[in-house]
């Protein structure tokens, strides 16, 4: 280190105080400076010591004194002197040319004063004091920053628009990053300087990565759409697979305030999904919803509490939450309230401890609150678990379902939505298989009966829920691994939990009765590429196979009972559009009235005596006329 910056650090020993007063000081000298410059250039020779020279010395100093601390000079700290700091400079010097326009003009005091000073050394003054604060806010800053940058990482930030310049301003006096420079897509940017850096072109993305060390890249492109960032991102970890990546958030999170380093946060796994959110159509968000009496089953779970968030806000009259976890149904109405209170939504919250699976328990709140709306999202859901009790996931999920759509009937419910999985679809497990069969319920309902319409939304993972793999892999990366997979060659599709419970309501206002609708998932996702991805991003290593350099490794452990190696849709070849670009109907039909009400009879009473065995049967018996599932016994894979 120089030995300027090191009598520099030295300030920094002195109380602010002090440091002030060493301030005023410098300003004091530098006023004397101004004023025998300007005179001499106005005489046009060197005249240091005469009275004329001294008393305008002494008049330049005094005025200082008498107007820069009113006007906040002195307020501002020195290192972070801008645009504002100039601007008292400036106040205060134009204060002093017209106090010294009235003394040496007007009133004519200090005999033989040029009257030209009264502007002149102003003038003189504010180029002097403006080009010290700025030279040694620069020096300070640096001296200080080059302190800090050991140990540090080397940033480039991608995005050289307002947020860029802001996120650097904002490193500059942080101790974690350093920036080497700015990407940007304009191509009217490339070449120039922002903030002391140079901005590259995004095609230059790859020689820029290559030639300079650069440990993660910042995304300051909160405006940019999903899948671009999706392809930023697959670009760096192409080039660069050690280099991490951490966004801002988007637009709605920051237009609140400045952007700072704090903001930063890792990339989620969402904006991986490489494909954008359609926008929900306000009349179909609002059409079962505004002014009606809503109610939700599973309330407090992952889907059905977004159910809930979406809900209040298209203002019902009153939303009914029936849930069997009591500390899940008071975190959800807990929230609710203070969202309600947020945006000044009267709605009515009724938060009720409610076992879907006991009619009379049910019953309870039915009759209390005749909803119009009905969406059914209880249910187990964990394909593991429901594997090893098979009787009790058949209980909640395919009892439930029942229970619930009796009673709406019963009620007068104009609306009933299920929310279903794609792993109905040929299941291979209990729960799946109970999923089918509560659709099928759905469909044998929504055929003997017109005055409830009846619909189930059929859709796959969704990122943020309590049986992601998402929350699993970010724990085993930050144990330091390993990160367990089922296989290599395992597929999911994945959707984010907002837009999932956006399209179930919309699915819902679309329903004419006994509609399978299928929310368009995207493209299905590798485990295994999610793993790498989420380790990459962490700015970590994938160990290779051969067991060399790296830092996480990624471990088989095998499909567990019940579980897929790639999940489905679709029972039947296709499904056809709807109104909505993110929804499509199933073109599958119902079983046949009489043959569905025996075998659900005989489903019914395996339940009431308590017999897995018998419920297994009978539930692959009715779900046996369509395509057979992966495994073609359930009853054997559960006991398996």
């Known amino acids: ?71 906040g000079v002195y307020r501002s700290m020195l290192r972070f002197s801008g645009a504002w700091a100039i601007r008292d400079l400036a106040t205060s010097c134009a204060i002093i040319a017209l106090l010294m326009t009235v003394l040496v ?44 940058r050991d140990g540090g990482r080397d940033v480039l930030i991608y995005g050289a628009g307002v947020t860029g310049r802001e996120l650097s301003v904002s490193i500059k006096n942080h101790p974690e990053f350093h920036v080497v420079g700015f990407v940007d897509d304009n191509p ?39 899948s671009r960032r999706r392809a930023i991102i697959d670009e760096v970890r192409a080039i660069a697979p050690g280099v991490g990546v951490r966004s801002l958030p988007d637009l709605a999170e920051i237009a609140s305030g400045r952007v700072s380093v704090n903001d930063l946060r890792q990339v989620r796994i969402e904006e991986l999904l490489g494909r954008d959110q359609v926008a929900p159509d306000p009349r179909l968000m609002s059409a079962k919803i505004t002014g009606q009496s809503v109610m939700v089953t599973g309330a407090g779970g ?23 976890s009591e500390y899940a149904l008071y975190l959800i109405d807990s929230e609710l309230r203070e969202l309600c209170e947020r945006h000044r939504l009267d709605v009515e919250i009724e938060p009720r401890l409610v076992d879907v699976a006991d009619p009379r328990d049910l019953e309870r709140v039915f009759s209390q609150y005749s909803p119009d709306t009905v969406f059914h999202a209880a249910a187990y859901k964990h394909v593991t678990l429901v594997e090893t009790d098979p009787l009790a996931g058949i209980r909640n999920n395919v009892l439930g379902s029942y229970n619930c759509c009796m009673l709406a009937e019963q009620f007068g419910v104009k609306d009933f939505t299920l929310v279903s999985t794609d792993k109905a679809v040929r299941p291979s497990s209990v729960m799946g298989a109970s999923k089918r069969v509560c659709e099928m319920i759905v469909q ?19 990122l943020g829920s309590s049986g992601s793999v998402v929350p699993l892999f970010r724990r085993q990366i930050a144990a330091g691994g390993p990160v367990t997979i089922t296989d290599r060659q395992a597929t999911r599709y994945f959707m984010t939990i907002s837009e999932a419970a956006q399209l179930v309501v919309q699915a819902g206002a679309m329903a004419e009765g006994g509609e399978i609708f299928l929310l368009d998932m995207g493209e299905p996702v590798a485990i295994y590429d999610l793993a790498k991805m ?37 029972i039947g070849e296709s499904g056809f559009p709807t109104s909505h670009p993110r929804i499509m109907k199933a073109t599958e039909t119902a079983k046949a009235g009489a043959q569905f009400s025996s075998r659900f009879a005989e489903l019914m009473t395996a339940l009431d005596r308590r017999d897995a065995d018998a419920a297994l049967a009978a539930m692959d018996q009715l779900i046996s006329t369509e395509r057979r599932p992966a495994r073609t016994a359930l009853a054997t894979a559960a006991k398996s």
């Open 1 to 71: 280190m120089s030995a300027l910056k090191r009598y520099l650090l030295l300030l920094f020993r002195f109380s602010p105080r002090a440091r002030t007063a060493m301030v005023i000081t410098l300003d004091l000298a530098l006023c004397a400076f101004a004023a025998l410059f300007a005179y001499s250039l106005r005489v046009g020779e060197w005249r240091v010591f005469t009275p004329v020279a001294l008393a305008l010395v002494v008049m330049t100093c005094a005025m200082w004194l008498a107007v820069a601390p009113f006007q």
């Open 105 to 148: 003009v007007i009133l004519e005091v200090g005999d033989g004063v040029p009257r030209t000073l009264s502007l002149l050394v102003p003038l003189m003054l504010f180029l002097v004091l403006a080009s010290s604060r700025i030279i040694l806010s620069a020096l300070l800053r640096d001296t200080l920053y080059s302190q800090r």
């Open 188 to 226: 009217l940017l490339r070449g120039r300087r922002l903030e002391e850096h140079r901005i590259w072109h995004a095609a230059e993305l790859e020689d820029v990565l290559a030639r300079n060390p650069v440990d993660e890249v910042l995304l300051a492109i909160p405006g940019a759409s999903r």
């Open 302 to 324: 992952s889907i059905g509490s977004e159910l809930t968030r979406q809900i209040v806000l298209q203002s019902p009259s009153r939303i009914i939450l029936a849930e069997r």
């Open 444 to 462: 044998s309902r929504a055929a003997a009966q017109d005055g409830t319409r009846y619909s189930a939304v059929r859709f796959g993972n969704v």
């Open 534 to 570: 989420m380790i990459q991003l962490s700015g970590l290593a994938v160990v290779a196979e051969t067991g060399d350099d790296g830092d996480i490794e990624i471990v088989e452990i095998g499909l567990r009972p019940g579980e897929k190696l790639h999940e489905e849709l679709l």
